[in-house]
């Protein structure tokens, strides 16, 4: 039986296409099992533009708001590379998702901002730097 069919303009061999659910794509061990299962594509989990703004806006304010009071109190706060939501984190986990297996693997940008997306979309789309030699 034939199942072949189109998805994002992607011929792919079956219509199943796992999308936009961390537990399934958070980690490559997982991607690759939804490929060995028959997945023809996977489309990521979401990055959620407003939810790294108010990490940010959050961690900007615990990590200022009276400072100047107690010296010691910077201590208190983990450093911000322990935060989930980061784009660049993401995007790392993205590339090597598609390194891992040999089905298209989609990212999943769910924006606020009036184009501001764009640029990130675009590095998701871009193919990876080359290294020097």
């Given at each position: 039986?034939?199942?072949?069919?189109?998805?994002?303009?992607?011929?792919?061999r079956?219509?199943?296409v796992?999308?936009?659910?961390?537990?399934?794509?958070?980690?490559?061990?997982?991607?690759?099992?939804?490929?060995?299962?028959?997945?023809?594509?996977?489309?990521?989990?979401s990055?959620f533009?407003?939810?790294?703004?108010?990490?940010?806006?959050?961690?900007?304010h615990?990590?200022?708001?009276?400072?100047?009071s107690?010296?010691?109190?910077?201590?208190?706060f983990?450093?911000?590379?322990?935060?989930?939501?980061?784009?660049?984190?993401?995007?790392?986990?993205?590339?090597?998702a598609?390194?891992?297996?040999?089905?298209?693997?989609i990212?999943?940008?769910?924006?606020?901002?009036?184009?501001?997306?764009?640029?990130?979309?675009?590095?998701?789309?871009?193919?990876?730097p080359?290294?020097?030699?």
């Open positions: 039986m034939d199942l072949t069919t189109t998805y994002l303009g992607l011929k792919l079956t219509p199943l796992p999308s936009a659910c961390g537990p399934l794509s958070g980690g490559l061990d997982k991607v690759r099992a939804l490929e060995d299962a028959g997945a023809s594509a996977i489309v990521m989990y990055l533009e407003e939810e790294i703004l108010h990490e940010s806006q959050q961690l900007d615990y990590l200022t708001f009276g400072s100047d107690y010296a010691e109190a910077l201590s208190y983990p450093e911000p590379r322990v935060y989930a939501m980061d784009p660049e984190r993401y995007l790392d986990h993205f590339r090597r598609k390194r891992a297996v040999a089905i298209p693997v990212g999943s940008l769910n924006g606020v901002s009036s184009g501001g997306w764009v640029k990130f979309a675009e590095r998701l789309r871009k193919p990876e080359t290294r020097a030699s």
